[in-house]
Antibody
Framework: EVQLVESGGGLVKPGGSLRLSCAAS????????MNWVRQAPGKGLEWVSS????????YYADSVKGRFTISRDNAKNSLYLQMNSLRAEDTAEYYC???????????WGQGTLVTVSS | QSALTQPASVSGSPGQSITISCTGT?????????VSWYQQHPGKAPKLMIY???DRPSGVSNRFSGSKSGNTASLTISGLQAEDEADYYC?????????FGGGTKLTVL
């Protein structure tokens, strides 16, 4: 069974930084594009960023461009999201998700909560 | 990167059918046959229900179906069951992003 396990969330002050990780297992990680999707408390889903299988193609939502950096280590079956200059509006559950085809996110992790507050 | 437009809520009785619409533009829904639908129960991660407009992943009930006309996609759930009560999100691939709809809360009366 495909597994995606996020970690690294927590409480951080505005302007601070946090690095999220997503450990993948039970599939050939290096063959799939991966995504980060977030959900603010009581709100809808918001796509954050995507990275192709070989890291050749990377995209960001306008809301995080210039502040967040997505990366992956195929040797470690891991996906990362470096979040800098965090704002209160970045408070959300962050999910990593596997992409199957064009835009279809077929497996999701359980999420890790990021809270930005002073 | 504007969100896709979905109704905030829909409802139906057990056994009935409901349809949730998702409206975008020619740059997203209208430009690609890559619309997906997700189901999310409270406190749980989203689950892929429909991809590529109308395809169902293995294990998803055939009571769920998808379609698209122009810039609007639709999710239809037939034979409503209590377990279908959840939030539903549409999404569309674009050349540089993935857009989500605002979500629709389905209530089974």
């Amino acid at each position: 069974e495909v597994q995606l396990v996020e970690s690294g969330g927590g409480l951080v002050k505005p302007g601070g930084s946090l690095r999220l990780s997503c450990a993948a297992s039970e599939f050939t990680f290096s063959s799939y594009s991966m995504n980060w999707v977030r959900q603010a408390p009581g709100k809808g889903l918001e796509w954050v960023s995507s990275i192709s299988s070989s890291s050749s193609y990377i995209y960001y939502a306008d809301s995080v461009k210039g502040r967040f950096t997505i990366s992956r280590d195929n040797a470690k079956n891991s996906l990362y999201l470096q979040m800098n200059s965090l704002r209160a509006e970045d408070t959300a559950e962050y999910y990593c998700a596997r992409a199957s085809g064009y835009g279809a996110l077929d497996y999701w992790g359980q999420g890790t909560l990021v809270t930005v507050s002073s | 990167q504007s969100a896709l437009t979905q109704p905030a809520s829909v409802s139906g009785s057990p056994g009935q059918s409901i349809t949730i619409s998702c409206t975008g533009t020619s740059s997203d829904i209208g430009g690609y046959n890559y619309v997906s639908w997700y189901q999310q129960h409270p406190g749980k991660a989203p689950k892929l229900m429909i991809y590529d407009v109308s395809d169902r992943p293995s294990g998803v009930s055939n009571r769920f179906s998808g379609s698209k006309s122009g810039n609007t996609a639709s999710l239809t759930i037939s034979g409503l069951q209590a377990e279908d009560e959840a939030d539903y999100y549409c999404s569309s691939y674009t050349s540089s992003s993935t857009l989500f709809g605002g979500g629709t809360k389905l209530t089974v009366l």
